[in-house]
């Protein structure tokens, strides 16, 4: 069965740093591009970053550049995104997604709340 | 790229069709021949699932009532006949050029 389940959501102080995981089972990790979108609750999707199959590659939006860092261990079969510098503004969940163009299969989710 | 999509609500009775609207303000044809658009469902409490990919094509499990359709900037997602298991919202969104980006949502309610 094909899965993917997000960790490491969290309540944090504007400024402060989180770093999310999604474990991935159910099919070849290594041979798909992985992403993270996140969704204010109630709101619409924005897609936040993606990672290539080895790593090499990785892509953010513009309004996470230089504090958000998306990394992979695929011997973990483990999706990573460090978030650094957390603003108000970055307060949703974020959903891990398998990448094929289109995001195939998503996890349930991990709140992250970014509040003094 | 800009999504945007029309309407934001919608409320349909069963069995009838729904229709929805996704405008992109560039072409989403790619080099390669293919226009990477995709349309997804986000039931309530749950996170989106993949309904069409590639404009037309219906990923695994779909029900045939669901149809995708356009080229370049328009697009149409259409339920030939509503059900009640598919409220929630849908979303257009494009993967032709990055940043990937999403339409706002449109939102379907059963009468």
């Known amino acids: 069965q094909v899965r993917l389940v997000e960790s490491g959501g969290d309540l944090v102080k504007p400024g402060g740093s989180l770093r999310l995981s999604c474990a991935a089972s159910g099919f070849t990790f290594s041979d798909y591009y992985m992403s993270w979108i996140r969704q204010v609750p109630g709101k619409g999707l924005e897609w936040v970053s993606h990672?290539?199959?080895?790593?090499?590659?990785?892509y953010n939006v513009d309004s996470v550049k230089g504090r958000f860092t998306i990394s992979r261990d695929n011997a973990k079969n483990s999706l990573y995104l460090q978030m650094d510098s957390l603003r108000v503004e970055d307060t949703a969940i974020y959903y891990c997604?398998?990448?094929?163009?289109?995001?195939?299969?998503w996890g349930q989710g991990t709140m992250v709340t970014v509040s003094s | 790229i800009v999504m945007t999509q029309t309407p934001l609500s919608l409320s349909v009775t069963p069995g009838q069709p729904a229709s929805i609207s996704c405008k992109s303000s560039?072409?989403?044809?790619?080099?390669?021949?293919?226009?990477?658009l995709y349309w997804y469902l986000q039931k309530p409490g749950q996170p989106p699932q993949l309904l069409i990919y590639?404009?037309?094509k219906r990923f695994s499990r779909v029900p045939d009532r669901f149809s995708g359709s356009g080229s370049g900037t328009d697009f149409t997602l259409e339920i030939s006949r509503v059900e009640a298991e598919d409220v929630g919202v849908y979303y257009c969104q494009q993967s032709t050029q990055l940043p990937c980006s999403f339409g706002q949502g449109t939102k379907l309610e059963i009468k």
């Open positions: 590639e404009v037309f």
């Open positions: 990672i290539s199959k080895n790593g090499g590659a990785m």
């Open positions: 560039q072409s989403l044809l790619q080099s390669d021949g293919k226009t990477y």
């Open positions: 997604a398998r990448y094929v163009s289109a995001f195939d299969i």
